[in-house]
């Protein structure tokens, strides 16, 4: 039998200061491989030219200054294509793929979570299913489809396969299956509100939480996309395409590179941030029941 | 992995035929399709189409320019026997995936049980420290600062420095190092979706279900852990292990950023590489096809063996 001490009659769960040590251990380790990288991203991105140069390299930067920002800046406004542009390619692609897929997956979720009607577990196998495997796989497929469709070289071609991700859908339907209550959207039934209303008014404010998350998931993946063998032309490159030019771009542009990565990793973190409760929350039901 | 309806026929209804009976499930549920026919005509256009496409395609010589001519299994003999690179890339594939995988899973379970011991505060910063560099982009690319070629990458300038070398090591372009530290940075990107969704099953674990564990002899975390934890988040393991696995044959795009495309003797070339180079720049799409549809079945089937394996625990 296990010692029970018990504080204020709750049970204490048994635990070693070995086990608590080790622990703490492995995680400042890991910590610190995770964390150390980035940290010295940001030290490069304020440090002066002399200071890049120094030998050997330091972990820390003693005069800060932004001018490898403003450096960027200067260096893409030379390029044949503004840096504006690439800007707004990005964020273009994003936000509109990323409302597409929103809108998209929570109506095929609710139908699928709420809904019954012959062939839904099937459909529902088939996204599961296709979680399985990368999108390598379709990628050859897909420029056949894109060129038949005449969309190779065009936003579409970035934008409409963002409006399906399997992920979205499953992550959506499994949270709908116990975030939304059955009884209200009976009682909404029986006023007599029809099923797009009821969807849109009654069960898509009760799950934020997952759409939250399924716009961070998306937004993510789009903001991130880079070089596409889908796009040609440098007008409708994305910025991470551009930046990774840059960074690729040798030594010289060290601290250029680190500011313009700086600026990439800002916005999705942010992103984070700012939702990660709701975020944890819908993953809470993202779980494979067979 | 039935197509048939979960709704249970009403006893009345029996003289009506399972069709029959459909048609009228079908009819009456029209709203119910109008809501998942944006999502799903997409989803066969772009996922479940190219598989066929790709199976279909992975039997013909479909160069882009002629029509299709019916090759059967040239494509896969002319892999498999005459194609030495594609060998190399199908190795380092596994070696990569089979490392990344397992050490990626288990490393996100451990770290996400060991978060959850900390206060609310504290683990969703620790939480973002982890998670931050797999939605971060390309910021992957600092490794390539860090073993830049020449001093002034860090680790060659340290190990100058202490005199432990006297010429920087080249370390992305030789071919000892590049495998090594590409898994390395792909470890280091791989916290993300399945890492989130442990961490959220281990806070829906009851407490009530430890405290009663603890009265019946669990002694320590560990076992808590194996006979408790475990089984109670089975759904988020397989989720994670699901999404492990299909990243843990993805990363072709980070080996390309690192090392460039190919790399130095092709030592970190996989079957992604190898699908690229036929179908992104030789258009070969027969070959390249086939590419595709071996890693569809490997990572298909990959999945599979985990899964089952995966329903084991706590049986």
């Not at chain 1, 251990?25 to 940001?42: D, E, K, S």
Request: hydrophobic share 50%; aromatic share 14%; charged share 15%.
């Amino acid at each position: 039998m296990a010692k029970l001490r018990t504080r204020k009659h709750k049970v204490v769960l048994s635990r070693s200061t070995g086990g608590d040590f080790g622990i703490n251990l492995f995680l400042v380790i890991m910590g610190a491989f995770m964390f150390l990288p980035m940290y010295y991203v940001i030290m490069q991105s304020l440090k002066p030219l002399d200071e890049l140069w120094m030998f050997p390299p330091r972990f820390y930067v003693e005069n800060p200054t932004l001018s490898n920002f403003s450096d960027l800046f200067t260096l893409m406004s030379d390029n044949y294509v503004p840096f504006s542009r690439y800007i707004f390619n990005t964020v273009f692609v994003s936000v509109t793929g990323t409302f597409g897929n929103l809108l998209l997956s929570s109506m095929a979720a609710y139908a699928l979570a709420k809904l019954k009607f012959p062939g839904r577990k099937f459909l529902f196998q088939l996204v599961v299913k296709s979680l399985m495997f990368h999108q390598t796989v379709t990628a050859i497929a897909n420029f056949l489809t894109m060129s038949t469709l005449h969309w190779l070289d065009s936003y579409l071609a970035l934008i409409v396969p963002a409006f399906c991700t399997s992920m979205g859908l499953y992550l959506m339907k499994q949270f709908m299956e116990t975030g939304v209550s059955t009884e209200v959207l009976e009682s909404a039934r029986l006023d007599g509100a029809s099923e797009f209303r009821t969807f849109w008014v009654i069960a898509m404010p009760m799950v934020k939480p997952a759409w939250l998350t399924l716009m961070i998931e998306s937004f993510k993946n789009l903001w991130n996309s880079g070089n596409s063998i889908y796009i040609y032309s440098e007008q409708l490159k994305t910025f991470n395409y551009a930046i990774n030019q840059i960074v690729t771009g040798g030594i010289a542009r060290a601290g250029v590179g680190a500011a313009s990565t700086v600026i990439m990793m800002i916005v999705p973190i942010t992103v984070f941030i700012i939702c990660q409760s709701n975020v944890i929350e819908t993953m809470g039901s993202s779980g494979m029941k067979d | 992995m039935s197509n048939k309806t979960a709704v249970k026929r009403p006893t009345a209804q029996k003289d009506m035929t399972k069709a029959q009976w459909t048609w009228k499930e079908m009819k009456k549920n029209k709203v119910a399709y109008l809501m998942i026919a944006p999502f799903m005509i997409l989803f066969f256009i772009f996922t479940v189409w190219p598989v066929l496409l790709s199976i279909a395609l992975s039997f013909t010589d479909f160069n882009m320019l002629e029509m299709p001519n019916l090759v059967w299994v040239d494509n896969y003999i002319r892999l498999f026997l005459d194609d030495d690179i594609f060998l190399l890339a199908a190795q380092n594939t596994l070696i990569f995936a089979c490392i990344t995988g397992p050490v990626s899973y288990i490393m996100a379970l451990l770290i996400a049980w060991f978060i959850n011991e900390l206060g609310p505060k504290l683990r969703s910063v620790v939480t973002l420290i982890f998670y931050a560099p797999s939605i971060s982009g390309s910021v992957y690319l600092v490794w390539q600062t860090l073993f830049s070629s020449d001093s002034y990458g860090w680790v060659n300038g340290t190990l100058i420095n202490l005199g432990w070398i006297d010429d920087p090591i080249l370390f992305f372009q030789d071919a000892d190092y590049i495998m090594p530290l590409c898994i390395v940075v792909a470890l280091w990107t791989s916290l993300g979706t399945a890492f989130l969704s442990f961490i959220a099953g281990l806070q829906n674990v009851p407490r009530h279900l430890y405290e009663a564990g603890a009265v019946d002899g669990v002694k320590n975390r560990w076992q808590e852990f194996w006979y408790i934890t475990l089984p109670y988040m089975r759904p988020q393991l397989m989720f994670g292990a699901v999404l492990s696995i299909t990243q843990s044959f993805g990363f072709g795009g980070v080996v390309t950023a690192l090392c460039g495309f190919p790399s130095v003797d092709y030592a970190a070339h996989t079957i992604m590489h190898h699908l690229d180079d036929y179908g992104g720049q030789r258009y070969e799409m027969g070959y390249a096809s086939a590419i595709a549809v071996i890693l569809f079945v490997v990572m298909i089937g990959a999945n599979t063996i985990i899964k089952k394996g995966l329903s084991k625990i706590g049986q």
